[in-house]
Structures are given as C-alpha cells and as structure tokens.
C-alpha cells in the first residue's frame, strides 16, 4: 500500500512503482493526504487497508503524510474508534500494520517516531494520536527537490521549533542535552538560510534531514521535561484555518517568547550567546530580548512570515475559540492561561 503526497507523485512514479513492480507486489494506492491530515482521511485510509488486506504501508511524502499512515496503520486492525480508545481510554494500540518511510520534505522528523498529529474536525481539536513506528525510514536529500522551495524552508523552521520547544524545558542547569539541542540549532539556521541561496544544494537538503531526525528522535531530549506549548498554540489555530504548520510556529515564536522571557531571563540569555551569537548586554534581560529579536530577523530573512495576516489569517474573531482549546502545558518557565494565549494570538495578527 503506497500512500503518496501531493509533492511526491515525481518519486512515486519515477522511483517508488517501478521497484515495487519489479518485486512483484501489488500495490493498493491512497492518495490525497493533506498537509493537516484529518481524522475522516485516518478512517477513510483504514477502511482501504482492510478492504485491501494491506499487509505493508509504505509512506511517500513528508510528515503529514508518515503522521497519517501511523494512524491508518494502528486504526486498521483496532475493532474501535483509535480517538475514543487513545483519549476517553487512555490506552494506546499495540497492533500495527508494517510501515516504512520515503522522506521527500524534512522538518517534522516524524519518521523517528510513533507520534502524530491530526485534525479531528468535527471536534475542532488538533492534537496528538500515538501508532506505529516506521520499521525503516530512506532519507535521501534528492527526493526533497520534488517539494517547493516555501514547503522546505517551513519545514526547516519547524525544525529548529522542535529543538527550542525541548530546549526550553526543564532542567534549565547545564546538562549535555542542551549542548547538543544548541549545535543542532545552529545548524539549522546556517542551512536554512543556505537553502534559501542554494535551493538544490543536496548537501545543505541532507544536513537538514538529518537536524529534522535529531530533533525527534530522542537524543535532545534525553533527561529533558519538554515545553511544547508554540506548538499547542498553532495546532489548534491550525484546527481553525488549516494553516501551514512552520509558517504558523514562525510566526508565534518570537511572540510567547516575548510572553515568557522575563520568568526565564538567564535561560534566554544563554540561548541568545549559545544559539545567536548575540553579544552579553548590561543584564540577562537585554542580552535575551536580543536574542529574540535575532530569531524574528532570522524568521524574515528566510522568507517565512512575521504575522498571521501574510499568511491569509484576516479574522480575529476565532481566536478566542482557539485559546480556550489549547492545551496548556506547564510551560519553560512559567504556566500560561487562556488569557494571555488570546493577547499572543491577537499580538500574532
């Protein structure tokens, strides 16, 4: 069973049905998958899974589409809703339909792990479903040139999110975790903005597949209490509009931080001369609101958007729908309430 993405149909046809013809399997194709996967897809993937007796999920896209066949790949052989069973249950599956990954846009790291996220739309939730883990995943930076240029950068910011969000959490004591999350980070931002100047560098493409691995599998989050609250924020936005994952962290970003430095000044200090290159100011403050703003020029710089209007998010009026959806985490260093996700969003426009 293949289960392509829309920026993928070049690798499927010229690479992926030809080795699978070849070795003479038969291949029941599921197409369509969108760049928020939604729950109805899940279901409508699962349904052609056990229709077709699939006994191996091969998943040809980038992390939306790995996201979808975890789920596809638990829900096919569970007797019951997998939302219902994960959620009002509290349980997670232990029966999986096989599934490798052919990685064609970096970013999510998805393939490094069992989590995914998806659009429950009749809930308005878009949120967190545990399935399979990927039994191989091909990491070839050739394959990413099949997606464009916008989809690669977003996918690199969506990188260095998942280090911040998981540098940001506690322990904020000096520990190897973070000293690794803090090169890895560095690395995402001098490739990012070489893919902007070199878009077919496969060097840079494959430097940033790998960043997009360490950021989830693992590694930087070794002894770690994640924060992963920029991204509790824009899944439910995302709920509300559909928007791009990476565009949407973009542009929140820099706006919680804003919300958050002051409870945690020494820490955003050392992420501002660590990650930034950003000179010690008069006080731990100064030296992290430069840091921040670094992160914003970056953020323009590559081309990704400062604000929820340039990315086509005119009303306003849904935004307190959003706040009062959105998980709250405990936060890197303070706890925030609806509230004050309401003034961030509102701050975002």
């Not at 809703?81 to 990954?101: L, Q, S």
């Not at 916008?150 to 998942?162: E, I, K, W, Y």
């Not at 000096?174 to 070489?194: P, Q, T």
Request: charged content about 25%.
């Amino acid at each position: 069973m293949a289960i392509p993405s829309a920026f993928s149909a070049s690798i499927r046809a010229l690479i992926v049905h030809p080795l699978l013809d070849e070795a003479g399997k038969e291949v029941a194709e599921f197409s369509g998958i969108m760049s928020n996967p939604t729950y109805a897809k899940v279901q409508e993937g699962a349904r052609l899974a056990r229709e077709k007796k699939v006994d191996f999920i091969l998943a040809v896209g980038g992390g939306p589409v790995s996201d979808c066949c975890k789920i596809v790949s638990a829900q096919a052989g569970l007797n019951e809703d997998i939302w219902e069973f994960e959620y009002a249950k509290r349980r997670r599956p232990t029966e999986f339909i096989p599934m490798g990954v052919v990685v064609t846009v970096g970013g999510t790291g998805s393939e490094q792990n069992d989590g995914a996220v998806i659009t429950h739309e009749a809930k308005k939730i878009k949120s967190a479903l545990w399935g399979a883990s990927a039994d191989f995943a091909v990491l070839d930076p050739a394959y990413t040139m099949s997606a464009p240029l916008t989809q690669a950068v977003s996918g690199a910011f969506d990188t260095l999110s998942h280090c911040m969000e998981t540098y940001f959490g506690q322990p904020h004591d000096d520990n190897l975790s973070d000293d690794l999350s803090e090169a890895v980070m560095r690395s995402v931002i001098r490739n990012a903005r070489r893919l902007v100047r070199e878009p077919r560098n496969l060097s840079v493409r494959g430097e940033l597949l790998w960043a997009a691995a360490m950021g989830e599998n693992g590694l930087l989050k070794a002894g770690k209490t994640t924060d992963f609250q920029a991204h509790q924020i824009e899944h439910q936005l995302g709920a509300y509009t559909n928007c791009n994952h990476g565009m949407g962290l973009a542009v929140i970003h820099p706006v919680l931080y804003r919300h958050l430095y002051e409870s945690a000044p020494e820490r955003f200090a050392r992420f501002a001369r660590n990650v930034w290159n950003v000179p010690a100011g008069k006080d731990d403050e100064e030296t992290a609101r430069a840091g921040i703003r670094a992160l914003a020029d970056f953020i323009a710089e590559i081309g990704l958007p400062s604000n929820f209007r340039q990315m086509g998010i005119d009303g306003t009026d849904f935004f307190k729908a959003v706040a009062e959806s959105t998980n709250i985490s405990q936060g890197c260093c303070k706890r925030l309430t609806a509230g004050e996700i309401l003034r961030i969003l509102q701050e975002c426009h």
